[in-house]
Structure formats: C-alpha cells, structure tokens
C-alpha cells in the first residue's frame, strides 16, 4: 500500500538524488556537519583553538556547588522535560557529568529529578560514574536520581513538595522547560536557593532571566557541555557553530543588499527555497 | 448573583480538588500533600494506560497478529532491554534501546528543522528602504553576534555590536514577558470561572 | 519593604473577582492582525475543505475554545467544509464536540457531508506525516468509533495536502503545536497554515508570520476578542478583557512598587 | 559490544532518519513509518520503568517509615488502583474517565495556574531594574503589557497599534529570530556531536569525550 502511493504520487528527484526540495537543507546539514569535523581534526592535532567567552551562567556552576557544600545542603539538578530525542535535553547530559563530579568531590548530596523516565535512566548512570571517577562509589545513592513523573504538573507538584522538604541549596535546571519553569524558579527563591536557568524554549527564557540568578540563553545551552569540559575537541565544535553563524550572517546581508538594489530578483530565495 | 450551588458530584470533586491545590499558596501543608500525591500516582498510571491502549496492544494486535508484521516483535524487545539495567552485569545492554531513541531524535533535529529555518533565513531578505526593516536587519545580525562564542567581547567594535545585540534580546523577552503575563491569569480565570459560575452556581 | 507574598496573592484573586462580577467594559480596538487573519480565511476558494486543529486540553482551553467557537462561525458562514481532528491531545477532542455540535445545528451541517469530526489521534508528528500520505488510513475511525470509509467528506479527501485543503487552523499551545504542522504539512505546499495562539507565545510565533509561513494567527485572548468582533460574534474572548486590564494596572503597580523599594535601600 | 555496538546503533538510526527524509529513495521506500513506530512503541515500554522507580523509592519510605510514609501508601494505592482499573476498562473506561475529567484534570489545571500567583509575586520580588539588560526587559514588558490589555488604548489611542508594529512586530521579530537562529545551529551541533561520537553520555561515556 506503502509502495503504491508512493508510485502514484512519483515525485521527481532534485539533482537526481534528493527528494523534492531538500538539496539545500541537506547540503546546509552536512556544511556544519564538514566545519565541525575540520575543527574537531585540528583540535585533535593540537592545533591552536580559539578560546571560548566567558558564560556567567556556566562560571556560575561551581559557585552553586560551593554554596551548597558550605550550607551542607543538596544541590538540584533538572533536566526539562522533555526526552532524549530532544537536543536540549541531549545539551543537559553534558552538564550533568561536571556537576556530579564536583558533587562527588566535596561531598555535597546530588538531586537529580526527571520528568521522563529515559532521561532519568541517562542520569543515574552517568552519575554512578562520575562518582565512580571520583572515587567515590559508596557516596553514591541511586535514590537521589528520581522519576517523579511523566504528567508536566505532577511532576511540577513533586518538584514544589522536595524544594519545601529537603530544603536544597542550589538548583539548576538546564534543557526545555515550559510553563513549569516559573513555578519552579519562584519556589526556589522562596527557599532561598542559589538558581540557574538555561533552556532554548524562548517563551520561557524571559522567567529564568527575571527569576533565576544566571540564566542561559537559547543556544548558550548547547555550549555548556564543551565549556564545562574544557576540552579543545569539544570547542572546537563551538568554533564550528560560530562559523556557521557568520554564514548565515553573510546570507542575510547579501540577501538584503540584493532585496534592496533590485526588488524584483527572487535569484537567492529561489536557490534556498526551490532545491 | 445568588449562589445556586451545584449537586453534581463530579464538579464537587473538581472543586476540592482546586481548592486542595489552592491551599499551597498559604503554606506547605497535609492537604496540599495529600493532592500532589494522588496526582502523582494517577497521573503515572494515566500515561501508562493511555500507551499501552494506544501504541503496545495495537501492535501486539493489529500489526503484528493481523498484519503479519513481525519486525515489530523486535520493537518491543527492544523497548523491553531498558530493564537490563537492574541487573548489574548485563546492564551495559541498555543501553542499546537508549543509543536507538537518541540515534533516532538526532537523526529527526537534523531531518526536520533545516527547512523550517531556512525560511527563516530567506524572510530575513528585506528591502533596506524603511526604517521596520533596517530596524529588523540590524537586530537579526546583532543578535547573531551576540551569540559568537569565540570572538572576543573585549573588542570594542564587536563588544558594541553584542551589547546591541543583547538589548534586542532583552526587547523580545520583555515582550514575551508580557504576553505571558496576562495568559497565566486567563488560566487562573478559567479555574475561578469554573468555582464560582459552575461549582457554586453565581449567574454569570 | 517586604511584604507577604500572600497578601499579594489576596489582592490579586479580590480584583479579579470584582472584575468578573462588575466589568468595566472598556473597548477593543482591532489590530491589521486580527484584520488579516480574517481575511485569510474569508479568502479562501468557495466550497473549500479546511482541516481544523484543536491541539489543545482543558489547561488552555480558556483562551483557545472561545478562538475555535469564532473559527468556526466564520467557516460555516462561508461554507467550507470543515474536517476537525488534532493530534497528540486527547482531551482537545472532547472540548471541540461540545462546540461544534451546537454550531453544526445552527447552520445545518450534515455530519460526514459538510463536517466530519477525527477526534484525536496519537503521534504528534509522527501521525502527521502518515495523514499526508492517507488520511482515513491514519485516522481509521472518527471521534465516535466510526470506520471512516462511508462518510462522502473522507472520499473527497484521501490525503492531508493541497491538492484536497485548503487551509489549516491550527489551536496550538505546544508540542505537538503549530511548528509540527509547518513542518510536516504546510512548509513548501500552497494550504495556508493559520493558528490561533495562546498569548504567551504570540512573540515567538510572531517570527512565523512575518514570515509568511503563518498566514495569520489569532493572537492570544486578545487577538480573539478583535477577531470575535471581525467575525460579528463576540463571546469569551471579548469578556476577559476586562480582567486583563485590571491585571496588567496590578502587576504594573507591584513591579514599581517593587522598584522602589529596592532603589531607596540601595542608595 | 558494550561501548561500539549502541554508537554505531546511534549512528545507524539517525542516518536512516536523514536518509529517509532529504534523499529520493529514501522517501519512496518509506523507511520512515515503521522507525516511527519502533520508536514509538519501545517508549510506550519504557514508560514502565517510571512505574518501578516510584514503586521503589516509596516502599523504601514505608519500610523505613519515613517522615510523610503515610503519602506513600497514598500514592501507590492511587497508582495502582488506576492502573488496575485503566488495564480491566480501556483509556475509555466510564469509571476512568470521570476519574480522568474530575479529578487528574482539575488537579493538572490548578497547578497549571499556580503560574499566576507566582508571577505575581515575581513582580513584586525578582524585577528589579539591577542591570541596563533588566531594565530594558521590565520597560517592554509592561509597555507589551498595556498593549495587549484594553486599558493601554484606553490611556493613549495608538497604544496597542504601536506595540505591535514596533515592539512586537519590528524588534520582537528581530531578536527572536536570532535567537532562534542561534538555536537552530546550537541544535544541529550537539546533534552532529553525537553522530560523530564527541558526546556519547547516553551510552554510558563519561559525560563529553
């Protein structure tokens, strides 16, 4: 049945290969795709490597776990709510590492509380790891990783009860959140919490920014993993990102010149629009 | 605007239950407990079944017993080798179910969203001849800027153009700041309309 | 000056609550929008099929089911025939019966000729693409258990693309929302993808219609009360407006006050 | 088989998905519906291990009588009472739904809305004009503000008509299309990084390699 729709409807390739109109978004995906990879080689054969701007938001990690570790009192982790086929919450991995290290090392309790059972199994391992690196395996109590669960509110309503009950000193929450965000930020500044909030959900950006102490914003997120890891292979992905920003920088200039001089030609949109 | 209260004991049930919720913004307390956590229970139950009715058991029935479709056998399996992890030796194998679904979710940011954004891309070809479109010019590539990792922000010409870029930022937040301002009452609106016109029965 | 939180909470739920029981009735004015939006359906081709989405539960309902009611008055006055199902919110299907089976009547629609209801469908994104390759096939059964193949409405539409709608209206208030239909149906294609929009994300989604792959959006319970006006039934939307007003002088009030409080301490 | 086997599955499925999706073939031989329902299908599973979580750490609290065990016997009668009865009725079950309408549904709401009165509180607390970036958010938030809401109109006629064409509509379209730039290319990178195995927490690396 499958077969035969697709027979029917026999759209003509693009360039041969693609299907219709997709040349161009592939070819986008694999230019970012070739630009990381040059960069991750020249990093690799120790090349130099720009150095990446300072993130308050990210200097602020360390600040919160030496709060908390002051106060004697758990550091909160949430990775949004969404799971693993969200990049965002991919970007919240690659911080979870550093900050259950850091946990580990001065022995602060870690809380990490999911909305989605993937991205909880994800983060109980990576933490008995680190915690493992630190040698610190004893430390580590598989309970502090928690499914609370899969319903936006209830897990919402959970998150509210460990803020009022175990009374954490520093809470950071980093991936895509939604309206649960200013419930949470606000119930942390009523305890008095030191908060960072990152998420690339605009609608919800203006709330961490407003309510948290640092906040992170949109693709600062996907910076985070290879800031925190300070690894020259990994920034040299974030050299790759900023590359194709100028790219597209210098498509909407000369997009915007050639719009202005001759009002008619469509030439460039048609390219990106048609293949 | 005399109360007419209700008898329905379904909307009984939605008040106390509204209110129960309500108590919290007073203070932590047994009531506010008790609903979070029958909302928590029943909210986990919920999604289980609703899955289960709706993605397991027609493929169990329709796809793989009427359809003949056996690969999808290997799904479930699949989806079954997460619990590997609550045996210690073997629970490196759950990690292939988890490799399949973030594979998968990588395989979708980069199929999907290029064609979505490169719209955005070729919107951004304005006509420099009004002062709405210099305005929208400026801010998109200041905005860009503002997002360069790697360039130094000590530089005053690219300093001065992220600081505008960040007041742009600012204006779109401040902006769906106060959209959302205002929707979050429709919200709790909805809730007092539904206490005080539905549960006790005030005209409207 | 630090003040109970809750004693900001007490002021905010009296104001309201005044406000619900003695409007100010305040007037609306209509923004070029609400104007295009209109008249982007309005415009839409006689005898048309549009595919309306209420991708919504009862957590928004509040700002989105007085938007679907206008939508649809607007619909049956121009007599498009209507194909309501979302996916991906289950309780959506509930909330859209209750509205358009009075509507229905008052227009005389005949169920499985001029509208149809799906109800919804599990998937999101995922379904989506499958209606666009078969549409009964994706839905098998409407909102009441009913295999689709009798209904002339489902003949005259076997899949979900230009060639057979015209327009989609689309109630979004997240994932799976507005953005999957852009992607997965109406990107690249000529039916015209209008949404109504909770006001919370009307600036994020405002990126879409200025670029045109929105033609129009309702925006926000604000953008209802202009459209309800356009339309020529004022309804829900029209009536919160009032309550936004008092809410907007209240939450103006605190953050200056606020301000204040923090500026004289910290000179 | 520990460490190369889910980095090549990883690879593999998210070709299949690209390859589905920008190439001819791959569209023609529809490889994408059947992934769609592998991958739904083997999340609906996986779903249960939210079940054996909760079940764990609440039997844990009541064998130890934990301060609150009482809300665990609470909770796990709520869950598994609902459970039973979803699995004996169906998701349309007479009894499951009016649980559904009336109680999981008013309880969801109301939380829902708790937003309100916190960010009414907000107000009044957490904005505060601390930087020139604060600042200028406040000062469009509330312009937006009275823009949306009648009473803007009511105090100056053009209100309304400017905040859309200015602040939403000129500078609102401006920066959030940068950022939302921004994201997208954020998005691709980390995507590409685990394609290319530069970030492979989810398969039991050390957080980024």
């Known amino acids: 049945m499958m077969w035969l729709l697709a027979q029917e409807q026999a759209p003509t390739p693009t360039l041969g290969i693609f299907s219709t109109g997709s040349a161009i978004d592939f070819a986008f995906v694999l230019l970012l795709g070739v630009i990381i990879w040059i960069m991750v080689a020249r990093a690799r054969t120790g090349r130099k490597i720009p150095e990446i701007r300072k993130i308050a938001g990210l200097e602020a990690v360390d600040e919160a776990i030496g709060r908390a570790t002051e106060m004697g009192r758990p550091v909160v982790f949430i990775p949004g709510i969404n799971s693993v086929d969200n990049p965002q919450t991919l970007a919240a991995f690659g911080m979870v590492s550093h900050i259950a290290r850091q946990c580990a090392r001065y022995d602060t309790r870690f809380l990490a509380l999911n909305n989605d059972p993937l991205p909880y199994a994800v983060i109980e391992e990576i933490t008995r790891q680190a915690y493992l690196e630190e040698g610190r395996p004893d430390a580590f109590n598989p309970d502090d990783i928690r499914f609370l669960s899969a319903e936006q509110f209830a897990f919402t309503g959970a998150v509210i009860g460990i803020f009022e009950r175990e009374r954490p000193a520093a809470n950071i929450m980093v991936g895509s959140f939604y309206a649960e965000s200013m419930i949470l930020a606000e119930t942390g500044s009523f305890q008095g919490m030191i908060q960072i909030g990152g998420t690339a959900n605009t609608h919800q950006l203006p709330f961490f920014v407003a309510a948290c102490d640092y906040a992170l914003i949109g693709e600062e997120i996907y910076a985070a993993s290879a800031y925190l890891s300070k690894e020259p292979v990994m920034y040299g992905t974030v050299v790759g990102q900023d590359w194709m920003k100028i790219i597209i920088a210098l498509l909407i200039v000369t997009g915007a010149v050639l719009a202005t001089v001759s009002p008619d030609s469509t030439f460039l949109s048609d390219i990106l629009g048609g293949y | 605007m005399h109360p007419h209260i209700s008898t329905d004991l379904g909307l009984w049930c939605q008040a106390i239950c509204t209110l129960a919720i309500y108590t919290y913004l007073y203070k932590d307390n047994p009531i506010y407990r008790v609903a979070e956590n029958v909302f928590l229970g029943l909210a986990t139950a919920y999604w289980f079944v609703f899955n289960f009715f709706n993605f397991i058991k027609p493929a169990v029935v329709e796809w793989i017993g009427k359809n003949g479709q056996y690969h999808y056998v290997l799904a479930i399996i699949l989806g079954l080798l997460i619990f590997m992890r609550y045996v210690p030796s073997l629970s490196w194998i759950a990690r292939y179910p988890m490799s399949f679904w973030v594979g998968y979710g990588t395989g979708y940011t980069l199929a999907f969203t290029p064609a979505v954004w490169l719209d955005q891309i070729t919107a951004s070809f304005v006509a420099l001849n009004s002062l709405q479109n210099i305005l929208i010019f400026v801010g998109i590539l200041c905005t860009l800027v503002y997002f360069f990792f790697t360039l130094a922000k000590e530089n005053p010409v690219v300093g001065g153009i992220a600081e505008v870029g960040k007041w742009y930022i600012m204006i779109a937040l401040g902006s769906a700041f106060g959209n959302t301002v205002l929707y979050r009452w429709n919200l709790f609106l909805a809730r007092a309309n539904m206490l005080l016109f539905q549960w006790l029965g005030f005209a409207s | ?267 | 088989m520990r460490k190369e086997g889910p980095m090549i599955l990883t690879v593999l499925s998210s070709l299949v998905v690209v390859f589905s999706q920008y190439f001819f073939l791959g569209q023609k031989w529809a490889l994408m519906d059947p992934l769609n329902n592998w991958f739904l299908i083997s999340m609906s599973i996986a779903l249960a291990l939210g079940f054996v979580n909760l079940t764990s750490i609440h039997v844990k609290y009541l064998q130890r009588k934990r301060e609150g065990w009482f809300y665990s016997i609470i909770l796990l009668v709520c869950m598994y009472g609902y459970l039973a009865l979803g699995l004996i009725q169906t998701h349309n079950g007479l009894q499951f739904d009016w649980i559904y309408q009336n109680a999981y549904s008013p309880l969801g709401s109301t939380i829902f809305s708790l937003v309100a009165f916190f960010i009414t509180s907000a107000a009044y607390r957490a904005f505060r004009v601390r930087t020139k970036e604060a600042t200028i958010l406040l000062v469009c938030a509330v312009f937006v503000m009275l823009g949306r809401a009648p009473i803007g109109d009511a105090m100056w006629g053009g209100w309304s008509a400017f905040v859309n064409k200015w602040v939403i509509g000129t500078m609102n379209v401006a920066g959030m299309r940068g950022i939302n730039l921004g994201i997208a290319v954020g998005g691709f990178a980390t995507a590409l990084r685990i394609m290319l195995g530069l970030e492979r927490a989810h398969i039991g690396g050390s957080g980024t390699q």
Request: charged share 15%.
């Open chain 3, 1 to 267: 000056m630090k003040i109970d939180r809750r004693l900001l909470y007490l002021v905010a739920v009296v104001l309201v609550a005044v406000t619900v029981f003695f409007p100010l009735g305040l007037p609306v004015s209509v923004s070029k929008l609400a104007v295009q939006t209109y008249d982007a359906i309005q415009d839409l081709p006689d005898n048309s099929v549009v595919f309306i989405a209420p991708m919504y539960d009862p957590g928004t309902a509040g700002e989105l089911s007085p938007m679907l009611k206008a939508m649809l008055y607007q619909c049956m006055e121009r007599k498009y025939r209507i194909i309501l199902g979302n996916t991906g919110w289950t309780l959506g299907a509930g909330l859209a019966h209750t509205i358009i089976t009075p509507i229905a009547q008052e227009f005389n629609y005949v169920y499985g000729t001029d509208y149809i209801e799906l109800g919804s469908k599990p998937g999101g994104a995922i379904w989506l693409q499958s209606a666009k390759a078969d549409l009964p096939g994706a839905a098998i059964v409407d909102y009441n258990n009913n295999s689709l193949g009798q209904y002339p409405l489902m003949q005259a539409v076997p899949r979900l693309t230009q060639e057979y709608v015209a327009a989609a209206l689309v109630l979004d208030c997240g994932t799976p929302g507005a953005p999957e239909w852009l992607a997965q149906i109406t990107q690249g294609t000529s039916i015209k993808l209008i949404i109504g929009e909770i006001q919370m994300t009307v600036p994020d989604q405002m990126t879409f219609v200025q670029s045109g792959q929105y033609a129009g959006m309702i925006a926000g319970s604000r953008g209802c009360a202009e459209y309800e006006q356009l339309v020529g039934r004022p309804g829900a939307g029209l009536k919160s407006q009032d309550t936004m007003s008092v809410i907007t002088l209240m939450i103006t009030l605190f953050i200056v006050l606020g301000n204040i409080g923090y500026l004289t301490r910290k000179k």
